[in-house]
């Protein structure tokens, strides 16, 4: 390695074509990650994983300091059951793994909403286990305003659903609700609400449940997204939303249903100042508290997405949780690679101090 010796090697995984020539590091769209490994003097090496090679993909980890994952939970009707499964076998034999498999569920699901509701950064939230529950508690909740639903597993806007009632039940009528899913290039439209609450039970059988938020009025100011290592928030994203807004009118052209691109800031950006405090003082502690987890275990990178809360009574900004993404965190700001490299040196060389004992 140029520079001086290696004090030792972390794999960089994600999910590819095992079939396909070797990656270089180069050509990798985590470059910028193994410059940044290299400049801590640990050698950076590109690990491709599949399903069908996973006895291969073990053996190189065991050969390994530690692994950076990025795959994310489902993809093409995929998901992380066997590689999880081989990271906890890797974790137990001393490798270092971020982000480790036994902290993603407590995480990286959307019960995290709910187990964390009575933090600042919290809201009106349920958690709903059956379509039974689901049943129960939805109209009289809507009643007081339009919910958000989503299912407990899943990403890029599957099973996430604004609802808003339409007309109510009666005697002679059932209640009318207006949907849309989160899904790019979703309409809205109108169901009987014993419908749509019936649609929703893949969610149950598939992800183990729902969690059903207050609609935020403000979704179309922006989100926020907080970048993290560990304990430290280390950047910001921005964006407008475009997700469970009113698509636009045909009239508008095809830019208007363009996603805007997300901008990406240093953890100094002034406007968020506010929110990077909060967290770093309180929030995440909080969710440490309520999720046991300690702060070297916290993933190396990991991100909160946060939207605009109702103004206080002075008009200062409240922000509402809306997700936690611990699986497959990137891009990220360019300021969150020293630190992500930092960390995961400290990782790694804390799981071989273990491994000597």
Same mark, same amino acid.
Request: charged share 25%.
């Given at each position: 390695?140029a !520079?001086?010796t290696?004090?030792?090697r972390?794999?960089?995984?994600?999910?590819?074509?095992?079939?396909a +020539?070797?990656?270089?590091?180069?050509?990798? *769209? =985590?470059?910028?990650v193994f410059?940044?490994?290299?400049?801590?003097?640990?050698?950076?090496?590109?690990?491709?994983?599949?399903d069908?090679?996973?006895d291969?993909v073990?053996? *190189?980890?065991?050969?390994?300091?530690?692994?950076?994952?990025?795959? %994310?939970?489902i993809?093409?009707?995929?998901?992380?059951?066997?590689?999880?499964a081989?990271?906890?076998?890797?974790a137990?034999e !001393?490798?270092w793994?971020s $982000?480790? +498999? %036994?902290v993603?569920?407590?995480?990286?699901?959307?019960?995290v909403?709910?187990?964390?509701?009575? /933090?600042?950064? !919290?809201?009106?939230?349920?958690?709903?286990?059956t #379509?039974d529950?689901?049943r129960?508690?939805?109209?009289?909740?809507?009643?007081?305003?339009?919910?958000?639903?989503?299912q407990?597993r899943?990403?890029?806007?599957?099973?996430v659903?604004?609802?808003?009632?339409?007309?109510?039940?009666?005697?002679?009528?059932e209640?009318?609700?207006?949907?849309?899913?989160?899904?790019?290039?979703?309409?809205?439209?109108e169901t *009987?609400?014993?419908? &749509?609450?019936q649609?929703?039970?893949?969610? =149950?059988?598939r992800?183990?449940?729902?969690?059903?938020?207050? =609609?935020?009025?403000?979704?179309?100011?922006?989100?926020?997204?907080c970048?993290?290592?560990?304990?430290?928030?280390?950047?910001?994203?921005?964006? /407008?939303?475009?997700?469970?807004?009113?698509?636009?009118?045909?009239?508008?052209?095809?830019?208007?249903?363009?996603?805007?691109?997300?901008?990406?800031?240093g +953890?100094?950006?002034?406007e968020f100042?506010?929110?990077?405090?909060?967290?770093?003082s309180?929030?995440? /502690?909080?969710?440490q508290?309520?999720l046991?987890?300690?702060?070297?275990?916290?993933?190396?990178?990991?991100d909160? %997405? =946060?939207?605009?809360g109702?103004?206080?009574a002075?008009?200062?900004?409240?922000?509402? /949780?809306?997700? #936690?993404?611990?699986?497959?965190?990137?891009? &990220?700001?360019?300021?969150?690679?020293e630190?992500?490299?930092q960390?995961?040196? $400290?990782?790694?060389?804390?799981?071989?101090?273990?491994? *000597?004992?």
């Open positions: 390695m !520079g001086g290696a004090v030792g972390i794999g960089i995984l994600w999910r590819g074509d095992a079939g +020539p070797p990656p270089t590091r180069e050509t990798s *769209r =985590f470059r910028r410059d940044a490994l290299e400049a801590c003097q640990v050698a950076g090496e590109p690990v491709v994983y599949a069908d090679v996973v291969e073990r053996k *190189r980890l065991l050969g390994l300091d530690g692994v950076l994952i990025w795959v %994310d939970p993809v093409n009707g995929q998901d992380r059951s066997r590689l999880d081989m990271l906890r076998e890797v137990s !001393g490798v793994v $982000a480790h +498999p %036994d993603i569920p407590r995480m990286g699901t959307k019960d909403l709910y187990r964390t509701r009575h /933090l600042g950064w !919290g809201t009106d939230t349920r958690l709903y286990r #379509i529950e689901l129960e508690s939805l109209p009289a909740l809507l009643a007081a305003g339009p919910r958000v639903l989503k407990l899943g990403n890029g806007g599957n099973g659903w604004k609802v808003e009632l339409v007309s109510n039940a009666s005697p002679a009528t209640a009318t609700v207006r949907v849309l899913h989160a899904l790019r290039g979703s309409a809205i439209e *009987r609400l014993s419908d &749509f609450i649609s929703c039970r893949p969610y =149950f059988e992800s183990g449940g729902m969690v059903d938020q207050p =609609f935020q009025a403000r979704l179309g100011e922006g989100m926020i997204r970048y993290l290592v560990h304990n430290r928030v280390v950047g910001f994203g921005f964006q /407008l939303v475009k997700a469970l807004m009113p698509p636009p009118h045909p009239e508008a052209g095809p830019e208007a249903a363009e996603v805007p691109p997300r901008l990406y800031y +953890p100094s950006k002034p100042q506010v929110l990077k405090t909060k967290l770093e309180a929030w995440v /502690l909080g969710m508290q309520v046991s987890i300690e702060t070297e275990s916290l993933p190396a990178i990991w909160a %997405d =946060f939207l605009y109702p103004k206080t002075s008009g200062e900004d409240t922000y509402v /949780l809306c997700e #936690i993404n611990v699986q497959s965190v990137y891009p &990220f700001p360019e300021e969150a690679l630190p992500l490299a960390a995961s040196v $400290a990782g790694m060389l804390a799981a071989k101090n273990m491994r *000597r004992r």
